[in-house]
């Protein structure tokens, strides 16, 4: 080996998106296994002497099984959220030109930008639109759309269960997986990771959950 060759190091892990995506994935399919383990040995010990425990005048047993079913709950949907989030990572988008109109189809637009029918932007029309569903519901709802040079940027409502959160979703959701998993916040986390893979963004401010939309060039003006 040349001494150069032995004079550079592998490159730093830290930071690698390849590394939270390998251990989302390996975290995410490998505690379904003890998952398992505990949610058929709280149903097998309700079978085996679930009569005797609620029997007990105590209460002991019957608190403890329903703590073991509780956790396992628990887990099960802290562990579907980070699968959530692998999936994000993994799944295959087909990023190209989309006409802005459409992805806004059956809400109620308001901006001060005109044609905006003609406006086109780059992205994966199906993760976006998932993006919007789940700020919007299936209700129709105001969206309000400005233009930059760059970006169409989307002021989309907050829902009422993100309450006062702020930032990136991927973020809040981390800090808070047990709180949070299975809610609006795991879905827009895993938008988060799928919109800046396609060269978007996603942040929750207080006027709403705002979208940058790469413009599609040219050809959207």
Do not use: F, K, N
């Not at 730093?12 to 949610?39: C, F, I, K, Q």
């Not at 396992?72 to 993994?90: K, P, T």
């Not at 609006?184 to 938008?191: R, Y």
């Amino acid at each position: 080996m040349s001494q150069a060759a032995m004079d550079t190091p592998p490159t730093p892990m830290l930071g690698a998106e390849g590394l939270v995506t390998a251990l989302l994935y390996s975290v995410s399919h490998d505690l379904r296994s003890p998952l398992l383990t505990l949610s058929l040995s709280a149903e097998l010990i309700d079978e085996s002497v679930g009569e005797v425990l609620r029997t007990d005048g105590s209460g002991r047993g019957t608190i403890a099984l329903d703590a073991l079913r509780h956790g396992a709950r628990d887990l099960e949907r802290m562990v579907q959220a980070l699968a959530s989030l692998s999936r994000a990572y993994r799944r295959e988008l087909g990023v190209g030109r989309a006409a802005l109109r459409l992805l806004l189809g059956g809400h109620l637009v308001i901006s001060d930008e005109d044609e905006l029918d003609t406006r086109l932007v780059l992205v994966d029309p199906i993760s976006v639109r998932e993006v919007i569903d789940a700020c919007c519901g299936d209700d129709p709802a105001e969206i309000h759309v400005s233009l930059t040079p760059r970006h169409a940027i989307l002021l989309l409502p907050s829902p009422p269960a993100l309450g006062d959160l702020r930032g990136a979703p991927l973020l809040r959701l981390v800090e808070g997986l047990q709180r949070h998993a299975g809610g609006v916040l795991e879905a827009l986390a895993a938008g988060q990771v799928m919109l800046e893979r396609q060269g978007s963004a996603l942040d929750l401010q207080e006027a709403g959950v705002r979208l940058w939309l790469p413009r599609a060039g040219a050809a959207a003006e």
